[in-house]
T-cell receptor
Framework: EAGVVQSPRYKIIEKKQPVAFWCNPI?????LYWYRQNLGQGPELLIR????????DSQLPKDRFSAERLKGVDSTLKIQPAELGDSAVYLC??????????FGPGTRLTVT | GDSVTQMEGPVTLSEEAFLTINCTYT??????LFWYVQYPGEGLQLLLK?????DKGSNKGFEATYRKETTSFHLEKGSVQVSDSAVYFC?????????????FGRGTSLIVHP
């Protein structure tokens, strides 16, 4: 069974530029999570989807971050415009009904 | 809100030493508790979990017991190996308004020397 797939693995952009991350969860997993992980910290939830519906996005900075999960499968997280403080690893995870989560390898974003 | 507190690392041990990584939590209700491990260059993966008080989760020689009275979920292993070197994250999944909100600790780095 394939795991959670994320792309790209690494991204370097200049501040004020847009960037997008893509996640393909494990087949059959209805819950999808996006996290941000700063260096030396634990993952911080940005948004959680139940199928196509965003059920918790209270931690998502909505002025510059957006996310979508079309058809309840793949998901995209976008930042526009990026700021220096957005440099972090962005993790995607999926689960069945909020049980144990399966994480992707993450996308390491560097904003210069 | 919910929170998880882990002991600061790095924890440095010799091979075959006993390991304890402390984890305490604050949550309303009865959350599920988890330990995740992140090996160098890899994503987080579930190590073990416990869903109710006094449950013991175990995997690969690691154990943790859900202690409601002390709100703790300490990770232990009797004899660590070099291959156990990784970052360990304690986490909880607490219910809020019908949804399960995951909260992670900061992680504890474990370094095992031969």
């Amino acid at each position: 069974e394939a795991g959670v797939v994320q792309s790209p693995r690494y991204k370097i952009i200049e501040k004020k530029q847009p960037v997008a991350f893509w996640c393909n969860p494990i087949s059959g997993h209805n819950t999808l999570y996006w996290y941000r992980q700063n260096l030396g910290q634990g993952p911080e939830l940005l948004i959680r989807y139940e199928n196509e519906e965003a059920v918790d996005d209270s931690q998502l900075p909505k002025d510059r971050f957006s996310a979508e999960r079309l058809k309840g499968v793949d998901s995209t997280l976008k930042i526009q415009p990026a700021e220096l403080g957005d440099s972090a690893v962005y993790l995607c995870a999926s689960s069945i009904e909020g049980d144990e989560q399966y994480f992707g390898p993450g996308t390491r974003l560097t904003v210069t | 809100g919910d929170s998880v507190t882990q002991m600061e690392g790095p924890v440095t041990l010799s091979e075959e030493a006993f390991l304890t990584i402390n984890c305490t939590y604050t949550a309303t209700g009865y959350p599920s508790l988890f330990w995740y491990v992140q090996y160098p260059g890899e994503g987080l993966q579930l190590l073990l979990k416990a869903t109710k008080a006094d449950d013991k989760g175990s995997n690969k020689g690691f154990e943790a017991t859900y202690r409601k009275e002390t709100t703790s979920f300490h990770l232990e292993k009797g004899s660590v190996q070099v291959s156990d070197s990784a970052v360990y994250f304690c986490a909880l999944s607490g219910e809020s308004g019908g949804s399960y909100i995951p909260t992670f600790g900061r992680g504890t780095s474990l370094i095992v020397h031969p």
